[in-house]
C-alpha cells in the first residue's frame, strides 16, 4: 500500500465582527429590501453547528465582503457602503459609529476560506473531531479546518476512528492511506450512504418540527428543546409538551393523524440512527486496518 499527501489546506475564517453575522430573519429582511446583496450574505458553519457527516444551514448568515471590496466600489465610510447596499441598513446602522476602518470587511487572511472549492471536507477540534461533508457555500469559521477540493474517499478515511486520531495530530501535509482500487471505491460509497442518511434524517426532524410550529405556535412561539426533539417523546409526552410549551392543544379530532405522523417519523428516525451506526461500523471495518498499516 502507498501513501498520498492530501494537504489541509485552510483553517475556517478568524472570529468575524459581531456586526456581520445575521440571523434568518435579519437576512431575509435585507435581500427583500434589496435583492442585490443576496450574494454577499453567505451561510456560517462554526465549531457550536457542526455536526457528522451532514452539517445543516441557514439559520446564520455572514456579510462576507472579501478584502478590498471597497476599495474596488469606492466606499470610504458607513454611509457610503449603506449608500451602495441599502439592504444592509437595518442590521449595521447601530455599529455606524464603530472606529475601526472598513470593519465590515473580513481581512486578508480570511480569503482562503472564503475561496475554498466545493465540495468539501470540514474538520472540527478536540480528541474525536466532527467530520462533515459540505457542498454548500457556507463560510466555516476556525477553529474548523476545511480540505478543499474533497471526495469521499478521503472523507471516509478520516471519518474513521483511526482518522480522527490522526486528525488530532495532522500536520501539513496530511498523509492518507491508498487502499486498493475495490476498497476505496467500496470507503467512498459508504461516505456517501452515510451524507445521505444523515441528510435524510435532519430533513424529517426539521419538517416535522416545522409542521408542529406552524399548525400548533402562536405568532413568535418557539419550539421547546423536547419538541425540537420530538422523536425521543412518546406520543401522550408529545400531547402534554405541545400543549405546555405553545400554549396550545392538538385538538382531539386532529390526535389520530397526528399520532400516525408521529409514529411513522420516529419509526424512520430510529430505522436511519440504525442504518448509518451499520455504514460508521463498515467504514471503521475497512478503513482502520489501512491507517494500522501505515502506523507500523
Given at each position: ?83 451602495r447596499h441599502p439592504g444592509l441598513s437595518r442590521r449595521l446602522s447601530k455599529y455606524a459609529d464603530t472606529p475601526e476602518p472598513l470593519w465590515w470587511e473580513l481581512p486578508p487572511e480570511a480569503i482562503p476560506a472564503l475561496t475554498a ?170 478503513a482502520n486496518p489501512l491507517w494500522q498499516t501505515y502506523d507500523q
Open positions: 500500500m502507498t501513501l498520498k499527501a492530501m494537504r489541509i489546506l485552510y483553517t475556517g475564517i478568524p472570529a468575524p465582527h459581531p456586526a456581520l453575522l445575521f440571523n434568518r430573519a435579519e437576512r431575509d429582511q435585507a435581500v427583500i429590501f434589496e435583492p442585490a446583496c443576496a450574494p454577499l450574505l453567505r451561510p456560517v458553519i462554526d465549531i457550536s453547528t457542526l455536526r457528522s457527516w451532514h452539517t445543516p444551514t441557514g439559520d446564520r448568515w455572514l456579510l462576507a465582503l472579501p478584502p478590498g471590496y471597497s476599495q474596488q466600489h469606492a466606499i470610504t465610510d458607513f454611509d457610503s457602503l449603506i449608500q472549492p466545493t465540495p468539501r471536507i470540514l474538520i472540527g477540534a478536540g480528541e474525536q473531531p466532527i467530520i462533515t461533508w459540505d457542498a454548500s457555500n457556507a463560510i466555516a469559521v476556525a477553529p474548523v479546518r476545511i480540505i478543499a477540493p474533497a471526495d469521499h474517499l478521503t472523507l471516509a478515511l478520516l471519518a474513521a476512528s483511526a482518522g480522527r486520531h490522526r486528525l488530532r495530530h495532522a500536520i501539513d501535509p496530511l498523509a492518507l492511506p491508498s487502499p486498493p482500487t475495490h476498497t476505496a471505491g467500496r470507503l467512498a460509497e459508504l461516505a456517501a450512504q452515510a451524507v445521505a442518511v444523515v441528510h435524510e434524517q435532519f430533513t424529517l426532524t426539521h419538517e416535522f418540527a416545522r409542521r408542529l410550529l406552524a399548525d400548533f405556535g402562536p405568532p413568535g412561539s418557539v419550539l421547546s428543546a423536547a419538541l425540537q426533539r420530538w422523536w425521543e417523546l412518546e406520543f401522550r409526552e408529545l400531547l402534554v409538551e405541545v400543549e405546555r410549551a405553545l400554549r396550545n392543544p392538538i385538538p382531539e379530532p386532529f390526535q389520530p393523524f397526528w399520532a400516525a405522523r408521529h409514529a411513522e417519523g420516529r419509526a424512520r428516525y430510529y430505522a436511519l440512527a440504525a442504518e448509518l451506526a451499520a455504514v460508521e461500523a463498515a467504514i471503521d471495518e475497512l
